[in-house]
């Protein structure tokens, strides 16, 4: 075995994105611990080989990386520095890996916690869904010390088929996120709009997915998340209330720099409403859902699905 593996890490949060992390760095041979506020998800990592625990601190115990996997800022702080958190638990010197989408000052204030406790931290959003985790091929938006990249290399490569080091500083990685789900949010939700849209004309929208994605009005949006929709299974792969908060984020930050966002306002309410008719925790593709009850159109799998 590797020096590389014998590097102690854990995972913290195994959800759709975090199960595929921890998974991936077990196909690679590293001895990961994991936990999840959800103990049945902890037993089914465990079930895949991995070592489970009680809580972030537990988890943490010992390890040269922490990676994180939660939904935003405020997590992120509860798991690292709250009661039971991992922060104090690590090795003296150790990196944190976080993988939230946040504003980047909260990334900026995280790694200034972190770094009082003689901790490296990388600001390192990610993005290529469930499948791509699982499948190790993660794209990373990371910034941090040089030598904070240096020490978790290894953990890179296991998950992520492209790490971009954008900086030397949280903050910046988080930047980038944003601009990121800017453009992933307004995409889907023209998505949705284009697929009922040819509904409402009487088009056949299995032939509509078939001849966009072969023409210049495709987005990698609208084919990944327009299948979702013609198989009537909103199964949570990303959820509405994802968005709603991605979106929110880039709305905050653009009121604070007076730049107007008019494009993506128009996106986030439509995933507001969405969550706001009770599939916040649905894929994101239920925005399509949305509008074919505002509008009576049936979209497959009838009208439990729409």
């Not at 009770?278 to 009576?296: E, P, Q, Y």
Request: charged letters at 20%; hydrophobic letters at 45%; proline letters at 4%.
């Amino acid at each position: 075995m590797s020096e590389a593996v014998n590097l102690r890490v854990c995972v913290i949060g195994l959800g759709s994105m975090g199960f595929g992390v921890a998974t991936s760095l077990l196909k690679k041979g590293f001895k990961a611990r994991g936990y999840d506020i959800s103990a049945e998800t902890t037993a089914r990592f465990v079930a895949a080989g991995g070592k489970g625990a009680a809580s972030p601190a537990e988890a943490a115990d010992g390890a040269d990386v922490v990676v994180t996997v939660v939904v935003n800022g405020a997590q992120t702080e509860q798991v690292l520095f709250g009661e039971g958190g991992a922060a104090r638990s690590m090795s003296k010197g150790g990196t944190i890996l976080s993988f939230a989408t946040m504003a980047p000052q909260a990334a900026e204030d995280l790694a200034q916690r972190a770094g009082t406790l003689g901790l490296n931290y990388i600001d390192g959003p990610i993005s290529g869904g469930a499948k791509r985790a699982a499948a190790g091929e993660l794209t990373i938006m990371a910034s941090g010390r040089p030598e904070a990249f240096n020490h978790v290399r290894p953990v890179l490569d296991a998950i992520a088929t492209t790490v971009y080091e954008l900086g030397d500083r949280a903050g910046i990685g988080s930047s980038f996120k944003i601009v990121n789900q800017l453009l992933a949010g307004v995409h889907i939700a023209a998505a949705c709009e284009a697929i009922t849209f040819a509904k409402a004309l009487g088009l056949d929208i299995d032939k509509i997915y078939e001849v966009i994605t072969a023409s210049a009005g495709n987005s990698w949006m609208f084919e990944n998340r327009v299948p979702h929709i013609l198989q009537g299974d909103y199964s949570p792969q990303s959820a509405v209330d994802i968005f709603t908060k991605d979106l929110g984020i880039v709305s905050d930050l653009g009121r604070g720099l007076k730049f107007p966002l008019p494009i993506t306002s128009t996106a986030l309410q439509m995933f507001i409403m969405t969550a706001a008719a009770g599939m916040g925790r649905d894929d994101d593709a239920s925005v399509a859902r949305l509008i074919a009850k505002v509008t009576g159109i049936e979209l497959p799998g009838g009208p439990e699905a729409a």
